[in-house]
């Protein structure tokens, strides 16, 4: 769970995600698309191929990075929407980032160009 001093959009349960569609994967993350709430939203996961050992700390740098998200409010800086996160039995959690959609690719992709 999140420390209890981090800025914190809402909780989401899992449940509310639907047509989850994979849009990009790294070594770390895999970004996908879902419906959430009759929009159309973005959501940051840790890669499926990391080792279940690594869930819980990658977990927990999204769970940072999401803080972060919450506390800054810029047109050019994407909203985080809020948080899923999944148990993954002795592993720890897994933290799933819901964040408003922007087409047009990601900003790897931008800055590479």
């Not at 420390?3 to 639907?18: C, H, N, Y």
């Not at 890669?47 to 940072?64: C, G, I, M, V, W």
């Not at 933290?95 to 408003?100: A, K, P, R, T, Y």
Request: proline fraction near 9%; hydrophobic fraction near 40%; aromatic fraction near 6%.
């Amino acid at each position: 769970p999140p420390d209890p001093g981090m800025a914190m959009p809402p909780r989401i349960p899992f449940s509310e995600l639907l047509e989850l569609a994979p849009v990009k994967s790294t070594t770390r993350h895999t970004v996908y698309t879902a419906q959430w709430r009759g929009r159309l939203v973005a959501v940051k996961a840790p890669a499926l191929t990391l080792p279940l050992a690594r869930f819980d700390q990658t977990s927990k740098a999204l769970l940072k990075e999401c803080s972060v998200l919450a506390s800054l409010k810029h047109p050019n800086i994407v909203e985080a929407l809020g948080y899923v996160l999944l148990s993954v039995g002795s592993y720890g959690s897994m933290c799933l980032i819901v964040m408003e959609y922007l087409e047009g690719g990601t900003l790897d992709d931008r800055m590479r160009g």
